[in-house]
């Protein structure tokens, strides 16, 4: 059966409801996924899953949460050999530049050779009824691209 790993962080609650339901999503397709905050992962534990979900919230002017800083480091030092991933985060479009972290998770990933299968999920704030739907869908359908796939 194969593994999905989410890995997030979360400052008011906002990307932790996103996650909730993000894994709602994932388990509605009978797919294992484990759910780690960032503060206890590192970056050696992206090798160990056929599939990455990773969560932040866009602090200041674009930049990654501090929490998530070491994690992010760590990811340098590992090579992806393909792994499907997927990133997601609440954002506040009173900054400059809206959800920054977002897009680095996204560049990150595909940095260091995750294959990245749908765009980075950007949530104003906190979700509404129908984004933590959308929040479902966006985890369901990341799952459907494993079910019936055997690990190799």
Known sequence: MSKILMVFTSLTGNTRDMADAIAEGIQSEHVEL???EVMYASGDDLLNYDG???GAYTW???DLPDEFLDF???MCEVQLDGQKAIVFGSCDSSYPVYGGAVDQ???KLTEIGAEV???GLKIEMSP???ELEQCQE???AFARQFVGVEQA
């Open 117 to 119: 299968v749908a765009e």
């Open 60 to 62: 200041g002017d674009g």
């Open 52 to 54: 990455i979900v990773l």
């Open 128 to 130: 509404s009824k129908s």
């Open 138 to 140: 966006f985890g369901a």
């Open 34 to 36: 484990e759910i780690k």
């Open 72 to 74: 992010f480091d760590e």
């Open 105 to 107: 998770l996204v560049a």
